[in-house]
């Protein structure tokens, strides 16, 4: 009897190991990302035990192999079970690049058009979504080294360039030039090539418009207060 239960944990023992050492091999640039990309990330063992963003990549990557040989419901089985456990939904149609890291995870949407650069980093309840029911491409692009922060919506076939920040909360719904940060809802961007941005000057991209509401009776209260 002793000796079963040695034996079932040593198999176990053997199979977490395994498991450990796969991850290692095949998802270390990843991992070494994690730890590039969060300041509290102590250690090597700690991001590939502890860390969900990793390991929805893992299931994302053993999915997406599926789909792409048209084993749809497999696929999506191990997707939704990733879900489960992490808390994170990336669907198996998506195709993500190279050292791809989610910080924190819950409440991460990747739509099924998506398509993500490499050295991407998204934060907890960012959706790259669709705005609709049309069936094709209906999720964003994003490009390399994109950042997108905390709850921020990318939403519809648009792209966002390469080195852009799209910041917390941020709702954008139109395409992003490289290297710009982006605010608001809807989203604006607010510096460009590292140079602030004059909103007023900016034609390109539509204005907040409840900002630019309370931005006029600012104005007008201004010009009452002087008379
Ligand atoms: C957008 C962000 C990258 C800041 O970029 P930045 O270029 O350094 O911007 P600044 O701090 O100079 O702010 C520029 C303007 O945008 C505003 N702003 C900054 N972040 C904003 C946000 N998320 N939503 C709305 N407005 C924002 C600032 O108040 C400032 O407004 P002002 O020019 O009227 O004063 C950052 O604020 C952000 O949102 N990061 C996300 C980080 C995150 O999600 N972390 C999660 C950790 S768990």
Same mark, same amino acid.
């Given at each position: 009897?002793?000796d079963?239960i040695?034996n079932?944990?040593? +198999?176990l023992?053997?199979?977490v190991?395994t498991? $450990?050492?796969?991850?290692?091999?095949?998802f270390?640039s990843?991992i070494?990302?994690?730890q590039k990309?969060?300041p509290a990330?102590?250690?090597f063992m700690e991001v590939? $035990?502890?860390?969900?963003?990793?390991?929805?990549l893992?299931?994302y990557?053993?999915?997406?192999a599926l789909y792409a040989?048209?084993l749809?419901?497999l696929?999506?089985f +191990?997707?939704q079970?990733?879900?489960f456990?992490?808390g994170?939904?990336?669907?198996?149609?998506? @195709?993500?690049?190279?050292?791809?890291? +989610?910080?924190h995870g819950l409440?991460?949407?990747?739509?099924e058009t998506?398509? =993500?650069g490499d050295?991407?980093?998204?934060?907890?309840?960012?959706?790259l979504?669709?705005?609709?029911i049309?069936?094709?491409?209906?999720?964003?692009?994003?490009?390399?080294?994109?950042?997108v922060?905390?709850?921020?919506?990318?939403?519809?076939?648009?792209?966002i360039?390469?080195?852009s920040y799209?910041?917390?909360?941020?709702v954008v719904? @139109?395409?992003v030039?490289?290297?710009?940060?982006? =605010?608001?809802?809807?989203?604006? =961007?607010t510096?460009?090539?590292?140079k602030?941005?004059?909103?007023? $000057?900016?034609?390109?991209?539509? $204005?907040?418009?409840?900002?630019q509401?309370?931005d006029e009776?600012?104005?007008?209260?201004?010009?009452l207060?002087?008379?």
């Amino acid at each position: 009897m002793l000796d079963n239960i040695v034996n079932i944990l040593l +198999i176990l023992l053997g199979v977490v190991l395994t498991k $450990l050492l796969f991850i290692s091999i095949f998802f270390y640039s990843d991992i070494r990302a994690a730890q590039k990309r969060d300041p509290a990330a102590k250690s090597f063992m700690e991001v590939i $035990l502890l860390y969900p963003g990793l390991h929805a990549l893992v299931y994302y990557r053993i999915a997406h192999a599926l789909y792409a040989v048209h084993l749809f419901f497999l696929a999506r089985f +191990i997707s939704q079970a990733g879900r489960f456990f992490t808390g994170i939904e990336i669907h198996p149609g998506a @195709k993500i690049g190279k050292r791809f890291f +989610i910080d924190h995870g819950l409440g991460v949407v990747v739509g099924e058009t998506a398509i =993500v650069g490499d050295d991407v980093l998204l934060y907890q309840g960012t959706t790259l979504g669709g705005t609709g029911i049309i069936k094709g491409k209906r999720h964003p692009t994003l490009g390399n080294n994109v950042v997108v922060g905390a709850g921020a919506k990318v939403l519809g076939n648009i792209t966002i360039g390469d080195n852009s920040y799209i910041g917390a909360n941020a709702v954008v719904i @139109k395409d992003v030039p490289p290297n710009s940060t982006v =605010v608001g809802v809807p989203g604006r =961007v607010t510096k460009q090539d590292g140079k602030k941005m004059d909103v007023a $000057l900016d034609h390109v991209h539509t $204005l907040d418009p409840i900002k630019q509401s309370i931005d006029e009776l600012e104005e007008r209260i201004k010009n009452l207060e002087k008379k």
